[in-house]
T-cell receptor, first 113, second 113 residues
């Protein structure tokens, strides 16, 4: 199983809503990532979890709140987003050691209205 | 810091044409190199990888060789199909430097029948 599963696939939310994005992998990877991607641009790193601990926060606004409840799950909690936060949100995972590849989910297409 | 430079697109080809997308990198140490592909409306998929100098990655008719002397990892395919239309990203991962994937800007490929 080399799959990273993200839910939901699409999400429309108002600027006052609270929602969560979910990501799951069963490959035993201990590094998990959240990225934001605009159309035809490379992904922008948001957060990295290493062994369930937040190791990198790329100065992301506090309206995005990550959570890693266990080694298979990664959540991104959203609150009071702005229209410019509309994007594709990608989750990825990889083995912690070495220079191995990252596996990406299909993403959540988020629209903030 | 580490960086990836990728030829700009968009690239438009006719079916069965030869494809080359240039990618060069700057990195300390011994990074791994990757090509990821993103089909319209989807997440990122690993297309191929190379983990050390002179390695050749190949998949679905695509090839790329890790050339340390020219710091390059050019993507090639001998005969493209309409189904190859996508955005292609060159990336490197260097465990010795921030443990982040470093991305090229992406090259959009359109293949016409």
């Amino acid at each position: 199983d080399t799959e990273v599963t993200q839910t939901p696939k699409h999400l429309v939310m108002g600027m006052t809503n609270k929602k969560s994005l979910k990501c799951e992998q069963h490959m035993g990877h201990r590094a998990m990532y959240w990225y934001k991607q605009k159309a035809k641009k490379p992904p922008e790193l948001m957060f990295v979890y290493s062994y369930e601990k937040l190791s990198i926060n790329e100065s992301v606004p506090s309206r995005f709140s990550p959570e890693c409840p266990n080694s298979s799950l990664l959540n991104l909690h959203l609150h009071a987003l702005q229209p410019e936060d509309s994007a594709l949100y990608l989750c990825a995972s990889r083995h912690f050691g070495g220079n191995t590849e990252a596996f990406f989910g299909q993403g959540t297409r988020l629209t903030v209205v | 810091g580490d960086s990836v430079t990728q030829m700009e697109g968009p690239v438009t080809l006719s079916e069965e044409a030869f494809l080359t997308i240039n990618c060069t990198y700057t990195a300390t140490g011994y990074p791994s190199l990757f090509w990821y592909v993103q089909y319209p409306g989807e997440g990122l998929q690993l297309l191929l990888k190379a983990t050390k100098a002179d390695d050749k990655g190949s998949n679905k008719g695509f090839e790329a060789t890790y050339r340390k002397e020219t710091t390059s990892f050019h993507l090639e395919k001998g005969s493209v199909q309409v189904s190859d239309s996508a955005v292609y990203f060159c990336a490197l991962f260097n465990a010795g430097n921030n443990r982040k994937l470093i991305w090229g800007l992406g090259t959009s490929l359109a293949v016409n029948p």
